[in-house]
């Protein structure tokens, strides 16, 4: 893969263990050239150090949560580069009370916060970015199996990974015309800090390796080997997926 000249923003990487990190290393190695966010200045000490790792001359805070803060992420790739090729959206949260209630019991307040970062976030982030991807580009977010089977303490994050996937396709339909391809992907359970916020995680990731054809858990560097094929001029064919990496997962009852 050639991703040379390319370049690329990525938001959601929290630590060297982030499915958005696994992805992040992928890309240099291919030759592009990174954009990463942190979260806050809580955060900035544990990415600072990747991004520098990783070369990136971009470094911004961005809580999609926060007024602007997003706008500000492309107003500065604008400046910088003047364009963009493609993004890597791993943002995700819920507030531990609703996340671990019910689906039936989660707050209104939960709920919609959940789904506006989660879900429109990414739709935002594709708006930002269509005007920097004069010559096509690729939008990728992360999204789990969770989203179409019932997965035990998923909880509320299934409907709302649910929306993130239908907002895939209508992207992809959307955007298909300026040749700017749109995929989820799928991993299968890690090992993660988001995931740590899901109850009995490990009894959850213990299943997956069971249930799994291949019968191991997938690696974050697994799911940046396929971001960074989507990402290339060869899978320019491709778009509207939902991309699993999951040892085979998805396909068994």
């Not at 958005?20 to 050239?33: D, I, K, N, S, T």
């Not at 982030?125 to 939008?139: F, K, Q």
Request: glycine share 8%; net charge neutral; hydrophobic share 45%.
């Amino acid at each position: 893969m050639d991703l040379t000249g390319k370049r690329g923003l990525v938001l959601g990487i929290a630590n060297e263990k982030s499915i958005a990190y696994g992805c992040a290393r992928q890309f240099p190695r291919a030759g592009a050239e990174l954009a990463i966010t942190y979260l806050n200045d809580k955060a900035k000490p544990h990415v600072e150090p990747l991004a520098r790792e990783l070369a990136a001359p971009i470094l911004v805070p961005c809580d999609v949560r926060e007024a602007g803060q997003l706008e500000t992420v492309f107003e500065e790739i604008q400046r910088t580069w003047g364009r963009l090729d493609f993004v890597l959206h791993s943002i995700a949260y819920a507030p531990k009370e609703d996340l671990w209630a019910r689906a039936i019991d989660c707050s209104r307040d939960g709920f919609l916060m959940a789904m506006d970062v989660s879900c429109h976030s990414f739709i935002r982030v594709a708006r930002l970015a269509e005007p920097l991807m004069r010559e096509g580009g690729c939008l990728l977010t992360v999204t789990f199996y969770g989203s179409e089977r019932v997965v035990e303490e998923y909880n509320l994050m299934g409907p709302v990974k649910a929306a993130l996937e239908s907002s895939v396709r209508y992207m992809a339909a959307e955007l298909g015309r300026k040749r700017i391809r749109v995929h989820a992907l799928s991993p299968g359970p890690l090992q993660t800090r988001a995931a740590s916020g899901i109850q009995r995680f490990d009894q959850l990731m213990e299943r997956a390796r069971k249930r799994a054809p291949q019968h191991h858990l997938v690696s974050i560097d697994d799911v940046g080997a396929l971001a960074a094929f989507l990402t290339s001029d060869q899978a320019k064919s491709l778009t509207g997926n939902i991309e699993y990496i999951d040892a085979g997962m998805h396909i068994v009852e």
